[in-house]
């Protein structure tokens, strides 16, 4: 396969589709056990941290240069994912013709490995309104963000930050669809990304099925947990 046929072949764009999935599927283990730090604050832990290890750690993901280099290779990998996907899609749909003259349901694949395409554009929606609350003030507005003193220097008050954006109740829901969406979307993803990279062997795929539950489970239950704690004040 030359390099021009990764992007434009079908079999090419499902393998990018493969390589950028795992690729967020890592980002996502990072992301949500970060964002978990803010759980320091729960009342058995630490009520006194107060969103501290959060902040921290927030601060140590953007003020280094590494990290921050490795954020553009994060951007590029969901912008991949994303045209790659819409490209496989419409692809699929003009090779297809028609649909099925009878609708296979279940019997043929499972509804969410059939809504990829659907699943991805929710997940998308839900990115840009998260991108919006977070990831701009952080980086170019700094709105709604107080400085607060550490050894060295400032940091920002992410913790505040989360605490304003989740004490309004359309946000949570908003996040709750957005995460609700990527479950199933990892549901097919995961097991699918390992299969289109080469994983054929039975014994790892049924290993792979599980694995692919829990992770999906696990990831989306915390990112949940998160807009919920901050809205019921149960870490402030
Ligand atoms: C639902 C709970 C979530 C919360 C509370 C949350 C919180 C945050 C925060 C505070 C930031 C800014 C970090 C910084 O720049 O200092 C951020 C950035 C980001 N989030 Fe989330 N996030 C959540 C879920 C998600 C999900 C499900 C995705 C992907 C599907 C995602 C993708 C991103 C991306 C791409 C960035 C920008 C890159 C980065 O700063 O790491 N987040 N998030």
Redesign the pocket.
């Known amino acids: 396969m030359t390099f021009a046929q990764m992007f434009t072949s079908s079999i090419g764009r499902k393998l990018v589709m493969g390589l950028t999935g795992l690729f967020l599927v890592t980002f ?1 283990i990072v ?1 949500a056990g970060i ?1 978990a730090c803010i759980f320091a604050d729960l009342s058995i832990f630490n009520p006194e941290d107060n969103g501290d290890m959060f902040n921290r750690a ?1 601060h140590f ?2 003020s280094t240069v590494l990290i921050r280099i490795m ?1 553009i290779g ?1 951007f590029a990998g ?1 912008i991949l994912h994303i045209i790659q996907g819409y490209m496989l899609e419409a692809q699929n749909r003009a090779a297809r013709g028609v649909g099925y003259a009878k609708p296979m349901g279940n019997n043929g694949s499972k509804w969410y490995s059939r809504s990829m395409g659907l699943l991805g554009t929710l ?1 998308l929606l ?2 840009i309104l ?2 919006t609350h ?2 701009v003030p ?2 170019f507005t700094h709105a709604g963000l107080e400085p607060l003193p550490t050894a060295t220097g400032m940091m920002h008050d ?1 913790f505040g ?2 605490k304003i954006t989740f004490s309004e109740l359309w946000v949570v829901i908003a ?1 709750l669809l ?2 609700f969406s ?1 479950f199933w979307h990892l549901m097919h993803g995961f097991q699918s990304a390992f299969r289109t990279v080469g994983v054929h062997n039975n014994k790892f795929l049924k290993l792979l099925a599980s694995a692919g539950v829990w992770y999906s489970v696990i990831i989306c239950l915390l ?2 947990a ?2 919920v704690a901050m809205y019921l004040k149960w870490v402030e």
């Open positions: 996502l992301h964002n927030a993901m953007g954020e994060l969901f997940i839900f990115l998260h991108l977070f990831w952080a980086r992410m930050l989360m996040y957005g995460v990527l990112f949940a998160m807009p």
